[in-house]
């Protein structure tokens, strides 16, 4: 199993932003699908962005479009997201996942690999 890293959560104010990096301790090479999820509190887990690795493809669920990038650094085998103009709505703890091919690499029971997560808190 891939062990994946998080790091970069935190507290900020509405309408400010931050980047989550996501570090693989091996490589992700032959990984066709990166995503990110996020599990606010008292909620179940929802994707939020994925990444198709063999084109560089990227998808966004509705509620970040626009708002939030996902990127991926082949050489240091980090995958990032670039969040901003973040509201109390992406309160979340957030989770970075390596898997086999989905739809808009969405469906998370394709993802076999999981980080432990980061913690994202906006205050309005």
């Known amino acids: 199993q891939r062990q994946l890293m998080e790091s970069g959560g935190g507290s900020v104010q509405r309408g400010q932003s931050l980047r989550l990096s996501c570090a693989a301790a091996e490589g992700t090479a032959h990984v066709r699908c990166m995503a990110w999820f996020r599990q606010p509190p008292g909620a179940e887990r929802e994707w939020v962005a994925g990444?198709?690795?063999?084109?560089?493809?990227?998808y966004y669920s509705d509620s970040v479009k626009g708002r939030f990038t996902i990127a991926r650094d082949r050489t240091k085998n980090i995958l990032s997201l670039q969040m901003s103009d973040l509201g109390p709505a992406d309160t979340a703890r957030y989770y970075c996942?390596?898997?086999?091919?989905?739809?808009?690499?969405?469906?998370?029971?394709?993802?076999?690999?999981w980080g432990q997560g980061t913690e994202v808190t906006v205050s309005a």
């Open positions: 990444l198709w690795t063999p084109d560089g493809t990227k």
């Open positions: 996942a390596a898997g086999r091919p989905s739809p808009s690499c969405s469906h998370e029971d394709r993802f076999g690999d």
